[in-house]
C-alpha cells in the first residue's frame, strides 16, 4: 500500500486527490480542484479554508491537497482545530520568541 510522503505529518488516513469522486458532488469544480493541486496557493502563502455540509469530502479533499503539496516538497501538518488552539494559548504564555 502507498504511504503518503514523509512531509506529511500526522495524517489521519491515506488520501490522495486521485481518490476522490468528483461525480459525487456536483457542487465541486475540478478546474478549481486542479488549480489548488498545483500548490501554488501554498507557494504564495495563502490558507485554505473548505466549508460545507458533513460528508461532502471536506477532509477527505484538504488530506489529498496536502498530499498533493507534500509530494511537491513542502511540509504539511495536519490537526485539529482545538489542538491549533492549544498550541496557539501555550505559545502565548510562553511569550515572544517562542514559536
Known amino acids: 500500500m502507498l504511504r503518503p510522503p514523509r512531509k506529511c505529518g500526522r495524517v489521519p488516513r491515506d488520501k490522495w486527490l486521485g481518490h476522490c469522486e468528483f461525480d459525487a458532488n456536483t457542487n465541486i469544480n475540478?478546474?478549481?480542484i486542479?488549480?489548488?493541486a498545483t500548490g501554488?496557493?501554498?507557494r504564495r502563502g495563502q490558507l485554505l479554508c473548505l466549508i460545507g455540509d458533513s460528508g461532502t469530502g471536506k477532509?477527505?479533499?484538504l488530506i489529498g491537497f496536502g498530499t498533493a503539496?507534500?509530494?511537491k516538497g513542502f511540509r504539511v501538518k495536519y490537526t485539529l482545530v482545538a489542538h491549533l488552539g492549544v498550541g496557539v494559548r501555550i505559545?502565548?504564555?510562553r511569550g515572544p520568541g517562542s514559536v
Request: no cysteine; glycine share 0%.
Open 40 to 42: 501554488d496557493w501554498v
Open 59 to 61: 477532509l477527505h479533499l
Open 69 to 71: 503539496a507534500a509530494e
Open 34 to 36: 486542479n488549480t489548488l
Open 91 to 93: 505559545a502565548l504564555e
Open 30 to 32: 475540478l478546474a478549481t
